[in-house]
């Protein structure tokens, strides 16, 4: 039986080998609910914190989607894949045996700050009305267009010569050559829409070589932390955050019952009337808590809502 009426946010610790729409799938059949919905899509083989929204919290997943992420992963130099991860094809081997760890972290300072990258073919972007990914799959590749991203930090926690790298690698090259060079376990702090994979691409190419990346894992997402996450297996309606959560970072405004009503019917207000100053986006608060809407800028003087949920409470 649907419970339509359930709203809230799940932080789910995702496992590897599912896709994000895959969890989407289990929080619905887990919770009894159909309208279930994700932040910042992860890849099938990584894993760590997915945000998802259920019921009128799937309305407010823009917020989570736009905000900072903290990734973990291990990043293996002296290959180079089709995916840019462990599960591509191997495209080439290099012996970055020399390399060293000084080297590595000096390398990472130029893939800080505002960068640029290219999409992967492997991911989830459309061209055309398809996934690059099923153009990759059919042997095709296009023409990607750069995109802005902030790295605000790239850090190397551990590194080391030790690892056997062929044990990540799905395929080898025809000759039988397997990678030589060492492995350095990362961390990211980034803007959404990075690609992790291609910062590992990057780093490889940086240092007269190659790389790819596994073992990649979301450990926060904006306010949402690693350490909050509770796995598919132990979800229940108890589990659930409220949807005030989802809009954590944006500045919150309690009105009186009066304006209450006027935020409940969408009305322009003027700055003057919500007491505020900036551009916004604001978060509109009941005197009870109750998440009302979303308010934003209209002009010099006035706010709009970008969104009311106090109709639908």
Known sequence: MSDSHLDGVAVIDKPPGMTSHDVVYAVRKKLHTKKVGHAGTLDPDATGVLVVGVGRGTRLLRFAQASVKTYTGKIHFGAATSSLDASG???????????????????????????????????????????????????????????????????????????????????????????????????????????IRSLADDLGKLLQGGAFLSDLRRISSGGFDIGDAVTLEDLDVSSLQPITNLVQDLESIVVSPELEAAVANGKVLTITELATTGSGPWAIVSLSGNLLGVYEAYTDFTVKPMLILANNM
């Open 89 to 195: 094809e191997v495209m080439a081997t290099f012996d970055m045996s020399g390399l060293t760890k000084e080297s590595v972290i000096s390398a990472t300072t130029f893939l800080t700050g505002c960068i640029s990258q290219i999409p992967p073919m492997v991911s989830s972007l459309k061209f055309q009305g398809k996934r690059l990914h099923q153009l990759a799959r059919e042997g095709r590749e296009v023409e990607r267009e750069p995109r802005s991203v902030e790295i605000y930090e790239f850090s190397v926690l551990e590194f080391g010569h030790d690892e056997d790298q062929s044990l990540y690698l799905k395929s080898f090259l025809s000759s039988g050559v397997k990678p030589v060079g060492p492995t350095a376990e990362v961390k990211v702090v980034c803007s959404v829409g990075t690609y």
